[in-house]
């Protein structure tokens, strides 16, 4: 018995792992391409137009909240909760998505012309926004069930798709049509999502599982709810930077903190794509009582996010001289700050998965309510003051003290020990101080770059175990 329970530890840790690596380097390669394509925008639009997009992407992420009321959280616990039945869940938090869409939609469409003024943003992009909110939920619910069932295959395809897709048509419509370049540049990002959402709505239909169930219901609203207030804070937090920007500075200067934040969300996608194939595999552990297993894997995880966050902080300069060029050069110091925003709030998802899976939700909204009023705050007084430069910092600084307020909860009043705490401050802290060494070695190349060497190398010597298992397994399979 015990050694098929081992044997069944092991094939869930091999799958789990495989689609944890899949969706890293899927979620790398597809911001790569982005990354890539980005100089080539930033080129043909000018720096209003990039904003005007941007300003889009901060209102969908922001609105997307009250489409989905989170539910997908849920789609985790639910799969512990109803063996069996994921399926049926999945599809019935699917309608109620849509029915909340649609609702969100039609205000959207009766007060166009309001609200393109409010949001600083031409109707026609009003008009794309609510295509944005109907699609874009039936995709994630679709991308969270393959990642759940580690259907990494289908996962990565769907994301492959939506970025190639975006991308070369947005080229065509920003090259072939004289239209304002900023709408042409959101209707490229659109339509391929509008298109495929349509694909797997039907194919839910087809399934039978988009249907109310009232139980399914109120488990995930119950479980999600508490996380809704949580989430559009959140949204609020790392979007409102811009909104603010837009409004206080302009859509030129939004246009610019643009370029220097999608670099440094760069971070984002990676700790992104490592969370998200943790995850599954967190769940099944904790629900084992494999508390030393995960505790143990923590330290590497956290680790990996903070070198990566430190490359990113380190080759700045060069970056936004190739996404943007010089026009965009004022940029670059924000990307330190927002990068370490970016680890603060990698660092406390761990303790945000706890709380996910113990159901213990209620706080956590609280939590993130403060950490969003103090952000608009703090962007109130500081942006008109300093420029754009502020808000990057403003973030940071929310997004610590968000990280901060989840630690306590977790570790004192859900009195929930599990992971070595004093090793994840510990990691942080030494990222904060290299990062301003980094910072300050912007106008020393030579120093910056003996830096950038050291670290390498010591992040070989910290992940050499992993590395050198890499290698082993890929010589291993082309000697068969």
């Known amino acids: 018995m015990a050694k098929e329970i081992n044997e069944k530890n092991t094939d869930i840790n091999k799958v789990a792992l495989k689609a944890g690596s899949w969706y890293v380097f899927s979620s790398v390669m597809l911001r790569a391409i982005s990354m890539l394509t980005t100089p080539i925008f930033a080129r043909l639009m000018t720096t209003d137009d990039f904003g005007v997009a941007s300003t889009f992407s901060s209102w969908a992420s922001i609105l997307v909240v009250f489409c989905t009321l989170n539910l997908t959280f849920s789609i985790g616990r639910a799969k512990l909760d109803y063996p069996g039945r994921l399926d049926e869940y999945i599809g019935s938090m699917q309608l109620l998505s849509l029915l909340l869409s649609g609702m969100v939609v039609l205000v959207l469409f ?73 709408v042409l540049r959101i209707a490229g990002g659109v339509v391929p999502a509008f298109l495929l959402g349509l694909f797997l709505l039907s194919k839910s239909i087809k399934s039978g599982y988009l249907r109310y169930n009232k139980e399914f219901w109120l488990y995930g609203v119950t479980l999600s709810a508490p996380l809704i207030l949580h989430e559009i804070s959140h949204s609020i937090l790392s979007q409102s930077d811009r909104i603010f920007i837009s409004r206080i500075c302009g859509s030129s200067d939004a246009g610019i903190y643009s370029i220097a934040y999608n670099y440094g969300c760069l971070l984002i996608v990676v700790t992104g794509a490592i969370s998200n194939g943790w995850l599954p595999w967190f769940h099944d552990k904790f629900f084992e009582k494999a508390f030393n297993e995960i505790k143990k894997n923590t330290k590497t995880v956290v680790m990996l996010g903070c070198y990566i966050g430190l490359a990113c902080i380190a080759l700045a ?142 992040f070989l010597i910290c992940f050499r175990k992993y590395i050198i298992s890499w290698v082993q397994n890929r010589v291993n399979r082309r000697s068969k």
């Open 110 to 182: 009766v007060f166009s012309g309001s609200l393109s003024d409010f949001m600083a943003i031409p109707k026609p992009a009003v008009f794309f926004l609510g295509i944005q909110l109907i699609s874009g939920p039936i995709i994630d619910f679709y991308q969270n069930g393959t990642r759940y069932r580690y259907r990494y295959k289908e996962n990565v395809a769907i994301g492959w798709y939506l970025c190639v897709a975006n991308i070369l048509l947005s080229l065509f419509l920003v090259l072939c049509i004289d239209y304002e370049k900023g």
């Open 317 to 458: 300069p060069e970056a936004v001289a190739i996404l943007g060029g010089s026009r965009y050069a004022k940029g670059v110091l924000c990307i330190a700050p927002v990068t370490l925003g970016i680890v603060c709030q990698y660092i406390y998802t761990h303790y945000v998965n706890i709380e996910m899976h113990l159901k213990k939700t209620k706080f956590v909204p609280i939590g993130a309510l403060l950490a969003a009023v103090l952000n608009l705050i703090l962007n109130a007084v500081f942006i008109p003051k300093y420029g754009f430069v502020a808000a990057a910092y403003t973030t940071f600084g929310c997004y610590f003290v968000l990280m901060l307020i989840h630690y306590v909860y977790s570790r004192w009043i859900l009195k929930v020990s599990l992971y070595d705490d004093l090793f994840m401050f510990g990691a942080l802290l030494v990222t904060f101080l290299i990062s301003g060494i980094l910072v300050w070695s912007y106008s020393h190349t030579v120093a910056r770059f003996t830096f950038l060497v050291l670290g390498f190398v010591s």
